[in-house]
C-alpha cells in the first residue's frame, strides 16, 4: 500500500493536497511523494474535531489523473500492417462453439477478434468515503467510472463502417491510502457503552462492586483455595494469576497500542457487467524497480518485447491449456514476422499430430494478425511514434498469488456454462510530449479468462478474453476521429462530450 507524506493539523501545515480538478497537475505533480506504507511510519491519529476537513480532502493518489472523459485514439506506427487500422481497441473472445454442452462433445469453440471503439469516462467523488473499523478508519478516495465500447467492422460491398455497441459497464475505483488509528475517548465511551451497561454477575461471581469494568479481573488465588479475584491494574510484579476473566468495556485510550492495520493495496475496482458478472480487482502501482519503493514515475516509455520474446502465454489469446500452436523452446512463433506457413495450410493427423496446431490455426490466420494471438502489440506499436516522458503502472487482479484477494461473482447461466474465474489488468498513464505540449494518454490491458471443457478426458480449459485499447482525453483528439466519437457516443440523444450517455442499446 502506498501513502503519500502529509504534514499534521497540529502543526499548522497544508494537511491535504488540492482538490482533483482544482488545478490541472501534471503525472509527476500527482504521483510526487508517495512511498510503501511500513510499519515504523508514524500513524495519523483521528479526531472527531477534523473529520470534515479529512472527508472533504480525501486523498485520491494516481486515480485523480483519471478524472475526465477518455475516448479512444487511433493511430498505427507499425508499418508491416498492411490492413490499416479501423479503431484503437483490439478484443479477442472465445466462447463455447453453438450446440456445445458441459460433457459432451469436447474443444469446439468459437473465436472472434474485432477492433473497437470506446468511451470511457471517470468522475471524482467529492469528500471521502469512510469505513469505520473500531480502532481503524479508512477513507477512501472514489473514482466513478462508465465504460462504453463498440465494436468496428467493414461492411461488404460497402464504404462505411459498422459500428455495434458489444459492452457497457459500470463501477467505481477507490484509493485506499488514508488510514488512521481512532482510540477511545470518554466521550466515546459513555456514548456507546449502551443504556443497560451494568453487570451485577461481577459482584456475586468475582466480588467486583465497580459499575463498569474496563480491565481483566485476574484469579490470584491458587487451584482449591477460595477464589479471589483482582483488577490487572493491582497485580503486582511477579504475582501469579490462574484465571483472566476478560473486561467487557473500554478504557480511554483503547485501540492506541494497535494493531495497526496496513491495507494489502492501495487500488481496488469494482465492477458491474451486464453478461451477469460482478468484480472486485486488488492493485497497486508498479515501482521502477522492486528494490525502490520510492520511485513510481517511470522515466521513458513502457517496454513491451519484439520478435520471438513476444511469445509469452501471459499475453496470448492462446492459453498454456490450450495447447502451445506447435511452439517448442526451440521452435517460437515470432510474432514480428508473418505467420508460419502451417497457418494456412490443410492440417491432417501426419502434419498435426495430437491435433495441437487446429484448435490455434484460425487464431493466426485472423486478419488481425498478430493482434489476434498478442493484443497488446497494439499498445506497443501505438507508442513507436511517440515521445512519452514518464508513465505510471497500474496491476491488479482478481486472483492474488497471497494475502488479501478480490473476486468474481457470476448469475447462474454464466456460472455453469462459462463461468468468469479470473481478470487481470494493467493500466498505463503516460504523459506525451506532442506539438510543444504534454498531454496525457491511457493505455489497458485487461485479461479475462473463462472456463469451459476442452480435453477428450473431460479436463477444462482456461479461455483468454483479452481486451486493449488506447485512449486520450476528448479535447486532446484529431478532430477527425473525434466527429467520429461525438456520432457515435454523444450525439444521439443530444448530450454533450461532459454527460454520461446511458446504455447505448436504448439510445433513441
Known sequence: MLKRKKEGLETGGQLFRKSPGADQQSLAQIIDGYSKLLIDDPVRPFREENLSEIENNVDYGVLAALNGTWVSYNVNYNKNITQPSLASGIHTTIMPSPGGNPGTIPGKFSFDCEEYIEKLKFEIVPGGVRNRGGASELFCGAVKYEQSIKSVNTVKGQDTLKYTPIHEENGMYLWLSDVYNHAATEESIKRDRGIHAVSESDEIK??????????????VSPDGQEKKYILQSELQPGQPYYEIIPAQEFKPGAGLDGPYFIPDYSISRSGVIPHGSTITLLGDIVPQNTADTTNYLIQGSPKFPYGKEAWESDHLSISRTMGNAGVTPDNIIDLDE??????????????DKGSNKIY???ILANDLYPYSVRPDLRLRDTLRGQEVSNYVHIK???????????GILNVPFVNRFVPTVEVDMHMWIETIKENGKEILQLQYEQIVFFEFDFGNDGGTTSWPHIQTNTLRKLEDIPEDQRKVIMEQFFNKTGETAGTATGCPYHQE
Open 396 to 406: 491488479m487482479s482478481s486472483k492474488m498469488k497471497t494475502g488479501a484477494q478480490g
Open 206 to 219: 468475582y466480588g467486583y462492586k465497580g459499575k463498569y469494568r474496563d480491565e481483566p479481573l485476574l484469579r
Open 338 to 351: 508473418p505467420a508460419p506457413a502451417w497457418v494456412h495450410e490443410e492440417l491432417t493427423d501426419q502434419n
Open 360 to 362: 490455434t490455426q484460425r
